[in-house]
């Protein structure tokens, strides 16, 4: 499914990684500055609630007044919503320094599940692991009480972090394996969640519809593959050439929405004008926002138009006698079903599908059910009738044809029209566009 409408909001400084709405509706992200950044809900006020000092990556709400932060230099910090400046929460953890502090998602108890990507490079040699493929990547939890522990070791560029919304397991992404692994909670178990995605996935989240977004930062890269295969002389030659000359990400981008049990609900891909390398994700109240590791702008899009904007119409004709209809089609209109399931038939056209089904309910014929485009209304108006079909007649009609000025539902400076009835009393329109 395509990406629908998407409106930017832009910010006054570069890469906003990542993206979080509070309560009001306001927006926070970070820039590769350090600042900290609220929109408001509109997106046309900004201010500047705190500097970290480092690149700041991953964010959440904590607590009821509080803004977590995972640095990709300064570690886990946080900062009052109000602003102000951020205190450290953890610098290191299991007697290793964090390299590459990337995403997290916070527990309602105020327990921190949050990722370290690499044990070996950090955020400004990001493609270096993804070629290297070093696995070592932590997933790390972060008690009330400050005590960590390790939950998954040996990730490929452990990325984005979500927690199921029962609380059951916290999933992570894994960037260089293009998967996203979970761990249940209650015993430990480690498992896969959604695998063999078609592109890198980078931050996720869990939204306010229950569902796990995920995103695809961009599709896979064919040389990354190759480089992935070579000699590590030739590897550590790779990373040396210039970035424009290293396997590259593409401009397409996608996310998923995907249920607690693994099964994707929604799924947006393909390139968005002004936008690319899309790594955040946020679902609130009937909107994704979308951060970028490479744009000076967040990303903004209702989920209901988009799925809705994006999808095949099609009409559904009731029927009480669904063999009486199969037969009036074929012998008036010529037209034969294409599919025929238990209480239904699927009909397509040039442009169009409509089905007949069985239904207790009878249409009162008062309205249009469905309607036929067609070149010449005269004459398919003559053919029609040469077959049995019987035209209706209304005021104000010329020769059984009603001339239509402009006003909605008509295309064009206007149409022509005529109806007729079916074998079930739905009422069928013909109609010829004015140019």
């Known amino acids: ?53 480092g690149r700041p990556l991953g964010l959440e709400l904590y607590g009821e007044d509080e803004l977590l932060i995972c640095d990709a230099r300064a570690g886990l910090l946080a900062v009052p919503l109000a602003g102000g400046t951020p ?39 990001w493609r270096d692991d993804l070629i290297e493929q070093t696995a070592g990547g932590r997933l790390l939890r972060r008690t009330p009480d400050g005590s960590i522990d390790l939950l998954l070791d040996g990730l490929q560029f452990a990325n984005g972090v979500a927690l199921a919304p029962d609380g059951s397991f916290v999933a992570v992404a894994e960037t260089g394996a293009c998967r996203v692994s979970r761990v249940w909670l209650g015993d430990g178990r480690a498992d896969v969640f959604v695998d063999a995605l078609w592109g890198f996935p980078d931050n ?64 947006l891909r393909g390139e968005i004008d002004g936008f690319h390398m899309l790594v955040g994700v946020r679902e609130w109240h009937g909107r994704l926002y979308f951060g970028s590791l490479e744009e000076s702008a967040i990303a903004v899009t209702p989920t209901i138009g988009v799925m809705l904007n994006n999808v095949r119409i099609e009409a559904r004709i009731p029927t009480q006698d669904l063999a009486r209809a199969r037969r009036w089609y074929a012998e008036k209109l010529g037209l034969e079903a294409v599919e025929e399931r238990e209480g239904g038939l699927r009909y397509e056209g040039a442009s169009g599908v409509f089905c007949l089904y069985a239904s207790a309910g009878v249409s009162d014929g008062s309205f249009t059910q469905a309607g036929f485009y067609v070149d010449d209304l005269e004459a398919t108006v003559a053919v029609l009738r040469s077959r049995g079909v019987v035209f209706e007649e209304y005021e104000g009609m010329r020769g059984g044809i009603m001339e239509i000025r402009g006003n909605y539902p008509s295309k064009g400076s206007g149409e022509r029209a005529a109806w007729f009835r079916d074998s079930e009393g739905n009422l069928i329109g013909l109609a010829e566009v004015v140019p």
Not at 11 to 38: C, F, K, M, Q, S
């Open 87 to 125: 205190s450290a929460l953890a610098t290191s953890a299991l007697g290793l320094d964090f390299v590459f502090c990337n995403n997290a998602a916070v527990a309602p108890d105020g327990t921190i599940y949050f990722t370290d990507s690499s044990r070996r490079f950090g955020i400004d040699n």
């Open 1 to 53: 499914m395509r990406f629908g409408d998407v409106t930017l909001y832009p910010v006054n400084g570069h890469g906003p990684e990542d993206v979080v709405v509070d309560a009001e509706g306001r927006i926070y992200t970070g820039v590769d500055d350090g600042r900290i950044l609220r929109l408001s809900p509109d997106g046309r006020r900004i201010d500047v609630i705190a500097d970290t000092g």
């Open 204 to 267: 996720i989240s869990t939204g306010t519809d229950g569902l796990i977004w995920i995103t695809q930062a961009s599709p896979r890269v064919a040389a990354l593959d190759v480089a992935r295969r070579l000699p590590g002389f030739l590897r550590a030659g790779i990373r040396r050439l210039p970035t424009s000359l290293q396997p590259s990400p593409g401009r397409e981008v996608g996310v998923l929405g995907v249920t607690a049990d693994g099964k994707v609900s929604t799924e």
